[in-house]
């Protein structure tokens, strides 16, 4: 059971904008940052998106981040095949525990 | 570059102990707080274990408190986990992380190591 709700699929067509939903609690999301990250299969998370809204160098501004109160959101935009993977979020708890969604598989129709 | 190199992992029986190792290269590795995260296999990302900067502190999950076992060596740049009781259910991809602070964020993983626990 992931400590953080997310979505288990969502999609998209080229060129679309597509987001992905992350929810938690006051104790999570509603006092830290969220991080997301993208994945995939078979190789290591990457980082893709820090406090809440930044983007690391080299991440396209086609993604961006928001986050209102106990949830967050991924968005991407003008989407792309190689945008299929699997999507993370995740930040802290106040007992300074990680955690993580579930994750969603994301597929460019 | 920065680089993590996670090794150690394998084939254990229930019940057994393992020890992964992650050897870190390209930054100062006693400045960064490490983390450890697995994924089961077709499963997601669950977080593991942190281990502050020096060592000074540690901090578990529910699923491993009391079994694992995360430590440091900063002389040799290298970051630890310590598998004890091992179940079933710990089979799974075991990633080490480097924590930024400025970006509150795992911003460097290893490529991980699978360790199956099976008879």
């Known amino acids: 059971q992931s400590v953080l709700t997310q979505p288990p699929s969502a999609s998209g067509t080229p060129g679309q904008r597509v987001t992905i939903s992350c929810s938690g609690s006051?104790?999570?999301?509603?006092?830290?940052?969220i991080n997301w990250y993208q994945q995939f299969p078979g190789t290591a998370p990457k980082l893709l998106i820090y406090?809440?809204?930044r983007r690391p160098s080299g991440v396209p501004d086609r993604f961006s981040g928001s986050k209102s109160g106990t949830s967050a959101s991924l968005a991407i935009s003008g989407l792309q095949s190689e945008d299929e993977a699997n999507y993370y979020c995740?930040?802290?708890?106040?007992?300074?525990?990680?955690?993580f969604g579930g994750g969603t598989k994301l597929t460019v129709l | 570059q920065v680089q993590l190199v996670e090794s150690g992992g394998g084939v254990v029986q229930p019940g057994r102990s393992l020890r992964l190792s992650c050897a870190a290269s390209?930054?100062?590795?006693?400045?960064?707080?490490m983390h450890w995260v697995r994924q089961a296999p077709g499963k997601g990302l669950e977080w593991l274990a942190v281990?502050?900067?020096?060592?000074?502190?540690?901090e578990y999950a529910d699923s491993v408190k009391g079994r694992f076992t995360i430590s440091r060596d900063n002389s040799k740049n290298t970051l630890y986990v310590q598998m004890n009781s091992l179940r079933a259910e710990d089979t799974a991809v075991y990633y080490c992380?480097?924590?930024?602070?400025?970006?509150?964020?795992?911003?460097?993983w290893g490529q991980g190591t699978l360790v199956t626990v099976s008879s």
């Open positions: 992380a480097r924590y930024n602070g400025i970006y509150s964020s795992w911003d460097y």
């Open positions: 390209g930054f100062t590795f006693s400045g960064y707080g």
């Open positions: 281990i502050w900067y020096d060592g000074s502190r540690q």
């Open positions: 006051s104790s999570n999301i509603g006092s830290n940052t």
């Open positions: 406090n809440d809204n």
């Open positions: 995740a930040t802290w708890d106040d007992s300074l525990l990680g955690g």
